[in-house]
């Protein structure tokens, strides 16, 4: 085993026991940690002409940001919950437009509207007391 496939196995074992302990709310900041890391790494696989590896990451941040759609309650989120809903369908049809034309301007696009949601998501725990 070589020291890469070594070194993304710890990792996948401590984020793995992370997600075991962690609350709900933090949960969905880690999914959001995520998709941020997946967009980071896609433009640089964009970067270096990594064309394979650009679609198999924007393919991972796009599941991530279906996942925090799907967590959605919209019955008892309200309007709140619909907007969201209606901002991670944008955000997923701006990664396969990414995706499809080879450009970063819509995978930077995605990575600030979901750095300003996690904002907001960190904001409540910060506000409620709630450990990080």
């Known amino acids: 085993m070589n ?4 070194m993304r196995q ?7 026991a992370k997600a075991v302990d962690a609350s709900p709310h933090r949960l969905i900041q880690m999914l959001m940690e995520g998709g941020l890391s997946r967009l980071a790494q896609a433009r640089g696989a964009m970067d270096r002409g990594q064309v394979a590896i650009k679609g198999e990451l924007i393919g991972k941040a796009i599941a991530i940001i279906g996942g925090l ?3 959605l309650d919209l019955d008892k ?9 209606r901002l991670y369908e944008y ?3 701006r990664l396969f437009e ?10 930077d696009e995605v990575a600030v509207l979901l750095r300003n949601v996690k904002s907001g998501w960190d904001a409540i725990a ?3 007391g709630s450990a990080l």
């Open 3 to 6: 020291a890469m496939t070594a």
């Open 10 to 16: 710890y990792q996948s074992v401590n984020t793995q």
């Open 69 to 71: 759609r799907e967590g």
């Open 77 to 85: 989120g309200g309007e709140v919950a619909a907007n969201l809903d």
């Open 91 to 93: 955000m997923i049809t």
């Open 98 to 107: 990414a995706n499809l034309h080879n450009t970063v301007v819509p995978l």
């Open 126 to 128: 910060l506000h409620d």
